[in-house]
């Protein structure tokens, strides 16, 4: 056996997400050779195609053309929400951040039904390991998690993406005064995340009365889940299929909203 064989292999990274088929349909395969390279971003690589490389950057005012407010959405699935967005807002430029290449693919499809705003980009991308590296601090005026996968199982919640490691990665990258929006139609999901949210002295409930959005649902409610607390549905959310899926199954769809505390006098990023 050699020295090699001997030395201990580095942990193994916890990702947030599983790479699943990456095989386009016929339409999804048009749509991606049309408008790919006009809204999929495509930085230096690192280690995986996931991760960009250290020499990656983004300057948001050469990609936009325009220097604008940015709204990020981590985990924008099949794109009905970011699409939308971007053609009801035009004065905002949006990121849509997104590792499942048929996700994106169908988002180039909705963007094209929506008239090809020139207000969104695309980031095939780890949000965790992306956006520190190619955004700079405080750049982000609203931050957008909607659904992300709940990891139900406790052996997988260390896999679920808001855990401390993502809010260490984004929470710079807010402006003082930033939205942080999230919402799942899993109860401990919410248990958990408002666990990890409620804690960062970065954040403050942006409805601190607010009240649970029912007390029944097909999936038990944790004890100690807060009645307070809670953000009314945001409007600016389409109803998107996961949405819709979750409703259907009768369960409750928990929404947060969080504003970024300012940065101390002296601390704001130059």
């Known amino acids: 056996m050699s020295a090699d064989d001997r030395a ?14 990456e095989r386009l349909s016929s339409g999804r395969q048009k749509a991606w050779d049309r408008w790919s390279q006009r809204y999929v971003l495509d930085p230096a690589r690192g280690e ?10 983004f300057d948001l005012e050469e990609i ?8 990020v959405e981590v ?10 967005a971007a053609a009801e807002h035009p004065e905002r430029d949006h990121l849509a951040v997104e590792v499942y290449r048929p996700g994106l693919a169908q988002t180039l499809s909705r963007l094209e039904r929506a008239g090809l705003p020139e207000n969104v980009r695309l980031l095939p ?9 190619l955004l700079p601090e405080a750049s982000i005026a609203q931050l957008w998690v909607y659904f ?3 990891w139900p199982k406790s052996r997988h919640h260390k896999r679920r993406l808001i855990n401390p490691p993502f809010l260490d990665a984004v929470l710079p ?12 139609d899993w109860a401990q999901y919410a248990h958990h995340m408002r666990h990890f949210l409620d804690a960062r002295e970065e954040l403050e409930l942006a409805h601190p009365e607010g009240p649970r959005p029912g007390d029944h649902s097909s999936d038990a409610v944790p004890e100690g889940m807060p009645r307070t607390g809670w953000a009314p549905r945001f409007e600016g959310r389409v109803k998107t299929s996961f949405e819709a899926k979750g ?21 704001a990023p130059t």
């Open 8 to 21: 201990p292999k580095p942990p193994r990274e916890i990702v947030s997400f599983v790479r699943r088929g």
């Open 247 to 267: 409703r259907s199954a009768g369960r409750l769809v928990w929404d947060l909203a969080y504003t970024r505390v300012p940065r101390q006098s002296g601390s």
């Open 125 to 133: 991308l780890d949000a965790q390991r992306s956006l520190p590296v």
């Open 48 to 57: 995986r195609d996931t991760v960009p490389g250290p020499e990656a950057s």
């Open 173 to 184: 990258l807010l402006a003082d005064g930033a939205t942080f929006r999230l919402a799942t």
């Open 64 to 71: 936009f053309g325009r220097r604008a407010e940015l709204v």
């Open 75 to 84: 985990g924008s699935g099949l794109g009905e929400n970011i699409a939308a």
């Open 148 to 150: 992300s996968d709940p």
